[in-house]
Structure formats: structure tokens, C-alpha cells
């Protein structure tokens, strides 16, 4: 692990200071590499594939570790947009005189070496090593045990396009063993490893910030709400809550807990619970909620704090704004959470006073998204409030320098 | 401190949706307040005084454990200095259109409550509450034991300004005990207290760092470099290369290594070794320095590593540019390092290639100060990579959140 620091670190300076039409070049060779290799992935994956089995995995997780030639193909896709991506490296932003003559500014760089442990998903090695890459930073990465074939095979595909691009191996490197230690040993090697993005559950992402000595950019839960104000357009209220609770079920923006306004929840919530009951979504309310919906069952204090990643939704009636955003400062996520409301005061405190990475007006949480945002990709969506805030793209694996123009001036 | 930490919660909760006129009127306040009790603190510090001397403290602690009234009147203009400085918060950029047809932006917010832990002077306490409270964010301060009965008297000044403003008194809060135990509970109460900011030296920084749950953002050493190119004009390179090392000796932006290209070394060493030996500094160089200045010492590889604080100078000479930056990167300390030359191409490679939070070109490393770059004020010198690099001023005490505005907007 050790040497693998090191060498990362090395190479970590060299593509920090590359030309992004260099670094753009290694993305496309590495896609090449790949559309040659789906055999080859294939025939890897099949190893992983099989001990999985053979291990019990359920038919989720191995759905989640398969390589077939459609997700091979979104590789490289992914591979393509993010050489389309404009390099955030070397921008520089603000400068300008100050008093004593010299100029300010700051010049936007990449973090160095960042380590980056996920479970099982092999499609996460190739989307975080390019990300990396086109910041500008070198990265380690830690895959799931159960899918080290199909890692080293892909890790042999970015090797090959990072040589014919001329560009250090060494800046994407895939620790090679199944032990545990490695992990402990990645995420306190604070000489080498500048910071730490786990991608997984919940509980993976609590040990690794628990033990880790490097800065951790965490994604924790999502409990994320959808407000209905009392000013809301019925319409909208229900295309939207709908749609934030059933578009994706485990997905960490769908929405967990609704929030309706009492003088409207008469008029919103039997219209509402019709669709949900309709999709199978299972309804747990407050008791106000629970006399307005046959068949809800009562929620409770752990529900308000659960994330569900499933046909779930618990649903509270509040008084208005004021309770609505008191909940979900106390029990949210701190990750996204949306209000429904033609109401222009309304809409303006939500915006202010919710703390949470993202905050919405009329619109589905399911769009807190580094695609939707426009960020081109995503390493995660960050429930930190220091760094990152939200979807972390390439920006997020980047922090700001300041830089200082003279002409020889000295301070007095 | 868990009643300390519910509060601060609280009033961060408030503190943060708090118009901008709201807090400078506070601020006002404030100064105010300091300006009409001049003779009470001077009369608590007068307490702390005595009880150092009698505890045996040095005169270098004494005198920074001084209020005196011209130091008073520097903390009061503190505070009307923040009150004129924009306000961070609620800043909305880059919202634009996406097409799906939803808006995206980011809008500046307060990270909530703030944890800061100082040693003996006292004015820190007025000026970290003024930096928190502009930001939007409540404070937790725990400044030295030594000035324990000083900052209680700053405190009430604080506390009645705020009153005064109408804002919450637990907007600032100081630890009362001079107990230990304090510090180990403030810095793990990661429900209550979103980020640390220890202010001191690099024993207590660093034990601060070891223990903390809560992010901490941090200022460890100050290994400054000043790089002489052989292109430097080498009147301005003698100037700034005795700015930066003799205009205060013990900050953190003062050089402590000069590195110099073997071309020029002849030309400018010689010269530039008399200013120095005039001015009492002791000069510790590489062989090839010693052989050019006589009475320099042959300095060793810990030298290269050491923030002296104090008038002395480590010299090497090098190859060139490329000699330069591997040494910067490899010995330095993230802080702040300046080249001198009349060479675009160099300067603009050293812009990019040194990881530095401060890289500059034909100017002093002592200018790396949060008023020289126009923040207004810091709250510290960050050497982290993540956040916020450099001097730390308000924008440093914030975050980005995501807002997103739609008019009934689903993701399909």
C-alpha cells in the first residue's frame, strides 16, 4: 500500500500540471482499449460472476456486479462525455489589483491523490478513474472483493490507454488485493492520500469516516421530503410527489417523507394516496394523515428518520412553512428536499432557510443529480457541509490556490 | 458543553436567515458596547495579568495576554471593518437553464456552527465572534485559560450587543471552564458543532487534529520559499528576498528557505548575505552557498523541514526551475512560495506547478494575508487542501448549497 502511495503521489504531480488535451486524449484511448476488450471484460466478469454464486450472493447484487456489452458500452460513453467536459484545472477566477499593487486571484487545482473504496459495481472503477484523471488528480481505488476479476481487467484497459495516451500508469491504480487491511490502511496513509470518497451503503461509508485520518467526502443518508404548501397547485403537488416517491424507489433522492400543509391536506392527500396504493407504495401517516387515508397505518418517531430505499413513504400534516421547514432541519439528511408552493414568499424562505444540499421549488427531488445538474458526472453527492455540498463533480475533486502578480513589491 | 452545543445549534438556526443589515447593526453594537467599557476589561485583564505572572508566564505571553486601550480600539474597528464587508450569504451564481427545463444554481450558505479554540490573546475572541456572525454562523469559542477572566468580559460585551440588535445572545458562546475536558468535548460533538478552527501553535493544532470527529480546518506550518530564477532582475529579487524574510520574523508567511539557480547565485547570494548579516540573521546553506558567503553554516536536511520563526535562513542552491518546484513540493508546507524572475514562461509554469495555498510571482510571501488579498479579515491560514486553502475569511466560513427552481418538473 505503501509503495502504491508513493508512486500515486508521483504521478499525481505529473497529471496535475498536463495539458487537457492530453488528458482528454487518455479518456478516449482508454474507451478504445475498452471496446476492444468486452471479451475479454466478459470473460473476466464471468470469474467474479460465478465465485459470487458460488458465495450466495442474491440476484440483486449480482445484477449490480454483471458486465454485459450495454453496460460496457455506457463505460464508454461515460468515458467520452467526460473528455467533453471542460477541464476545471488551471481556471482562474477573480484577479484583480488590490491597494498595495499586486494582483489576487485564485487558480483552481486538483486535490492530488484521491482514494476512492465502493462495493461492488465494476462500472465505478472506469467513472471514478476518469473523473480523476480529467481533474487532474491520480487516484487508488478499491473495489468490492466479489468483483477483483473484472476490477483487474478493467484496470488493465485504463493502464493500456493512460501508456498510449503517454501519460504515467501509476495515475490510476487498483489495489490489487481482497484483504481488509488494505482499506485501513488507504484511508490513513495521510502522506500520500489527500482525501477519501467512499461510494456505498451507509454502513460502509460510517466505518470509513469513523477510522479514516484523511478528509472523507461522505454521502450518508437520504431522507429527503417534499413539501405541499398551502398555496400549492394541486396539480403540480401530486405530478411531483408522485414522481419523487415512485419514479426510483432505491435510489437516495427519491423522496422519503411527505409534508403537507393541513389546510390543504383535505384536498391533496385522498387524490394522492389513490396513486400511491395504485403503485403499491405502502403509506405510514401521522394521525391527521391516517384519518384522511383508509389503510395507512401510523408512523412512527423512527420513521421520520428512516431512510427507505423502498415502496415506503411516511407522511406528516403540518401547520405550514414554518413547522414544515423546523422538520426537515431536525429529521432530514441534510440532502434534498423540495417545496411545492405558488406562494413567492414562501418559495424565497424555503430556498434560504432549509439547509439541506440541495434545496428545490416545484420540482422532483429525483433531479439531484451530477447529470441533471449539468456537472457532466458525479463521484458522489456529498451530505458534508464543508468542501462539496451535493452532486460532487469534477469542480468537487478540485480546490481553489490563490495566486499573487508582482512587479517586485514588498509589504511596508 | 452539550447544553452549549443545543444552544448554538439553535441560534446558527437563526443566525444564518438573519438579514445582513441585522448583523452589522449587531457588529455596531458590539463596538459599541467594547467602547464603553474600556476600563472593565482592562481591569478583568488586569486579573489574567497577575495570575500569569504569578504562574511564571514569559513576557512574549504576557504582552499578547495584554489588552490595552490602543489594542481595544484595533478590536472595535475590527468589528466595523466586518460590518462594511459584503455579506457571503445567500449569494445565488451561475443559475441557469438546464433542458429538462429546470433552473440550477448555488446559493452561499453558513456551515452552522463553528468551534474555535485559541490560546492567549484576547482580541481573537472578539474578532473570530465578528467573522462567525457576519457568516451567518453561531461560535463556540474556547480561548486560553490565561485570559480566562478577559474574554468573560469580552463575552458580555458581546452578548449585550446582540441583545441589543435583537439577536440571539447563544450566537456567541464562550467555554466558561478553564477545565481541559472542555476542549475534548467541543471538538467530538459532531451533532452540535459543524466545523473546528484551532488558532495557535502546531502542538495544540495537531493534537486538535488527532482528536477531532468534526472537520477541522487547519494551519500547521509555514515553510515558506522564495525562489530566485537566473532570469530574476536582481534588484527586485534582493528586496523581496529580504521582505519576506526579515519584515517580521515570527509569522507564518515570513521565508524560512531561499532557494537560488546555480546561474545566478554569484551575482546575488554575496549581496544579498551582507543585508541579511546586517540585519543579525543567521544564514545555514548547501555547500555550494557556504563556498560563496562566508560564516554561513552548512545547513542540514531538518533544516530544510524547519519553520524557524525566528532570524534564520536556510539557503540552497539549484539546478533551476525544475529543482525548485520538486523542492517546494516536497519539503514545503502547502502555505505560500514566490518566484522572482522576468521569465513568462517560468513564471507561468511555477503558478501551476507549485501546490502551494500561495504561489506568487515578484512579490513577498508576506503579502499572504487575509487583508492583503482583500477578504477584509481571517479567521486563520488554511494549509489543507479541501474547503478552503490560504487565508480564510468569510466566504471560507460558508458552503455551496444546490436550488433548484421548477414549475411542476418531473424527471422522466
Chains 1, 2 share one sequence.
Not at 462525455?81 to 477566477?93: F, H, K, N, R, S
Not at 418559495?347 to 428545490?360: G, I, K, P, Q, T
Request: charged letters at 25%.
Amino acid at each position: 500500500m505503501n509503495n502504491l502511495g508513493l508512486k500515486a503521489k508521483k504521478a499525481g504531480r505529473e497529471i496535475s500540471r498536463t495539458e487537457s488535451g492530453k488528458k482528454n486524449s487518455a479518456l478516449l484511448k482508454i474507451a478504445e482499449v475498452i471496446e476492444l476488450s468486452v471479451d475479454k471484460l466478459i470473460a473476466e466478469n464471468a470469474k467474479d460472476l460465478q465465485a459470487g454464486k458460488a458465495n450466495g450472493l442474491d440476484a440483486a447484487m449480482l445484477d449490480r456486479l454483471a458486465l454485459t456489452p450495454k453496460n460496457i458500452l455506457s463505460m464508454t460513453e461515460g468515458l467520452k462525455q467526460v473528455a467533453a467536459l471542460p477541464d476545471p484545472v488551471g481556471e482562474i477566477t477573480d484577479l484583480s489589483y488590490r491597494p498595495s499593487g499586486i494582483q489576487v486571484g485564485q487558480m483552481r487545482v486538483p486535490l492530488g491523490v484521491i482514494g476512492i473504496i465502493y462495493e461492488s459495481r465494476p462500472n465505478v472503477t472506469v467513472d471514478a478513474a476518469a473523473l480523476c484523471l480529467k481533474s487532474g488528480n491520480a487516484c487508488i481505488l478499491r473495489g468490492g472483493s466479489e468483483s477483483i476479476h473484472s476490477n483487474q481487467a478493467i484496470a488493465a484497459c485504463i493502464a493500456k490507454g493512460l501508456s498510449e495516451a503517454g501519460l504515467p500508469t501509476e495515475s490510476v491504480q487498483i489495489v490489487a488485493t481482497t484483504d481488509r487491511s488494505a482499506v485501513g490502511e488507504l484511508i490513513t496513509m495521510s502522506q500520500y492520500v489527500d482525501v477519501i470518497v467512499p461510494r456505498g451503503g451507509k454502513s460502509l461509508i460510517e466505518r470509513i469516516s469513523k477510522d479514516a485520518t484523511i478528509p472523507v467526502i461522505k454521502h450518508l443518508d437520504g431522507i429527503c421530503h417534499v413539501y405541499i404548501d398551502d398555496k400549492a397547485d394541486i396539480a403540480k403537488a401530486i405530478t411531483i410527489a408522485v414522481n419523487a416517491k415512485t419514479h426510483r424507489y432505491g435510489v437516495c433522492n427519491a423522496m422519503e417523507t411527505l409534508l403537507v400543509a393541513e389546510s390543504i391536506a383535505e384536498k391533496v392527500l385522498p387524490a394522492l394516496a389513490e396513486q400511491y396504493l395504485e403503485k403499491g407504495v405502502e403509506l405510514r401517516g401521522c394521525p391527521k394523515t391516517c384519518a384522511l387515508i383508509p389503510g395507512c397505518s401510523t408512523a412512527t418517531e423512527e420513521d421520520w428518520l428512516t431512510e427507505y430505499l423502498a415502496p415506503i413513504l411516511s407522511i406528516k400534516i403540518v401547520d405550514g412553512l414554518n413547522e414544515a421547514i423546523e422538520h426537515i432541519n431536525h429529521y432530514g439528511s441534510l440532502h434534498t428536499d423540495a417545496i411545492v408552493t405558488e406562494d413567492y414568499s414562501k418559495a424565497r424562505r424555503f430556498l434560504r432557510e432549509v439547509d439541506s444540499s440541495s434545496v428545490m421549488v416545484n420540482a422532483s427531488t429525483r433531479f439531484a443529480d451530477g447529470f441533471e445538474y449539468g456537472l457532466g458526472a458525479e463521484i458522489g453527492i456529498s451530505t458534508d457541509k464543508l468542501h462539496a455540498r451535493g452532486p460532487v463533480g469534477l469542480k468537487g475533486l478540485t480546490s481553489l490556490k490563490y495566486i499573487v502578480l508582482g512587479d517586485g513589491h514588498i509589504r511596508h
